[in-house]
């Protein structure tokens, strides 16, 4: 059997269009049979309408704790971003790899997998969990139900390597993520009237509540140190409501999300926000009309911050397999969070590429970086192997 580099098997992966909009299960279909080929068997963990799975595997003894390691298979957009190659046919160049996905983070997936003969064909002291899944770049909506199997086990892992990209820097941290959904409900009118409710006034106001809201945060003194920016953001994505300008907006929604900052109060700026709604907007728009008009918010995603356990097992590990000595924090989510505060598994985030080449056009990962991550687990196999 002709084994594949990590190289390899990346080029295969960016073929796969894992748009989180798209299926992925051309992808996990092809991870179950590549690890079928070393007689590891595959759990496929669907989704309800089976258009979309997670994938779990054990390498190795069901019966003592051993090492997860996490990624996830969906990867952002393409559209409107200026490609210089074809995004889904990975490309060598200059000591790097172009084609979406190479960084964040199917380059960790890719490495995994490379490793996977080792791993099978050795008498392993404690296993090797494989979990890769999907709609990460939602909101980590899809990691849910494969962290409900997990929690199923006899044994659990004793830690889970996340592998988004840290430039193989070792993260024990990060923000949290609140991804919501305003809807501002008005009144329909002859704009020359003056009595119609207007959604999109409204939801103007809100925006700019936002907006001031966020401007205080940037100018508290830190809390918790190393964070980049060192406060919580909030960030409005979207906006969209009315149809022509001589019709009263009777509707108008904002998509917007903010980040937490582990240890501090993550529902402080959800609070003052329903606050200002509750004392603020709804009133005025009471004035308008005591029967038509409202504010209704909804909760997209929630995904729990990472919080530190200096000095764990799992830190320890992935310091030793890392060859260093100091750890990090980051301001992006990952799936982290959700396998330590809903798995019980001690999560840490180490991977390949950087969070700057992320989610942009003319995504790469630099070549050297896959092969940090090859010495990664070339380290993490020779202390699980007998």
């Known amino acids: 059997m002709s084994r594949l580099t990590s190289g390899e098997i990346l080029s295969k992966l960016i073929s796969f269009n894992t748009v989180s909009s798209e299926s992925n299960m051309e992808l996990i279909e092809y991870v179950r049979d590549y690890l079928a080929e070393y007689g590891i068997e595959a759990q496929i963990i669907h989704d309800k309408v089976e258009k979309k799975a997670n994938l779990l595997a054990v390498i190795g003894p069901k019966d003592v704790a051993g090492i997860m390691l996490s990624g996830h298979t969906d990867v952002v957009p393409v559209i409107g971003q200026d490609w210089q190659t074809d995004p889904f046919e990975m490309i060598g160049m200059d000591d790097k790899y172009y084609g979406r996905g190479t960084c964040d983070m199917k380059g960790f997936i890719a490495c995994v997998l490379a490793k996977v003969p080792d791993f099978a064909a050795a008498e392993l002291k404690e296993p090797i969990h494989l979990a890769f899944s999907y ?131 993550e529902d402080e700026i959800f609070n003052r926000y329903q606050e200002y709604i509750d004392t603020v907007i709804l009133p005025k728009i009471c004035e308008k009309s005591d029967e038509y008009g409202d504010v209704k918010t909804d909760y997209l995603a929630k995904v729990p911050c990472l919080f530190p356990e200096t000095g764990s097992d799992a830190e320890t590990l992935v310091k030793h397999l890392a060859e260093q000595n100091s750890t990090h924090v980051v301001s992006y989510g990952t799936e982290a969070g959700i396998f330590h505060q809903k798995g019980g598994v001690p999560a840490v985030v180490c991977g390949p590429g950087s969070i700057l080449q992320a989610h942009k056009a003319n995504e790469f990962v630099a070549i050297s970086e896959l092969e940090a991550c090859d010495k990664f687990l070339d380290r993490l196999f020779e202390i699980i192997k007998k």
């Not at 923000?175 to 305003?182: A, D, F, M, Q, V």
């Not at 006034?201 to 140190?225: C, H, N, T, W």
Request: charged share 25%.
């Open 135 to 265: 709609d990460e770049e939602t909101g980590c909506t899809g990691v849910h139900s494969l962290v409900d199997v997990v929690n199923e086990m006899a044994v659990k892992p004793r830690a889970c390597i996340v592998g988004e990209p840290t430039e193989m820097k070792v993260v024990n941290s990060h923000k949290g993520i609140r991804h919501l959904l305003t809807k501002v409900y008005g009144l329909e009118n002859h704009s020359s009237t003056d009595r119609g409710v207007n959604a999109v006034s409204y939801a103007a106001e809100i925006v700019v509540f936002l907006d001031k809201l966020q401007e205080e945060m940037r100018g508290r003194e830190p809390e918790i140190e190393g964070f980049d920016p060192p406060y919580a953001t909030i960030h409005v994505g979207r906006m969209t409501g009315g149809h022509v300008q001589n019709i009263t907006p009777n509707y108008c929604e904002i998509e917007w999300d903010y980040r937490p900052i582990p240890g501090t109060d």
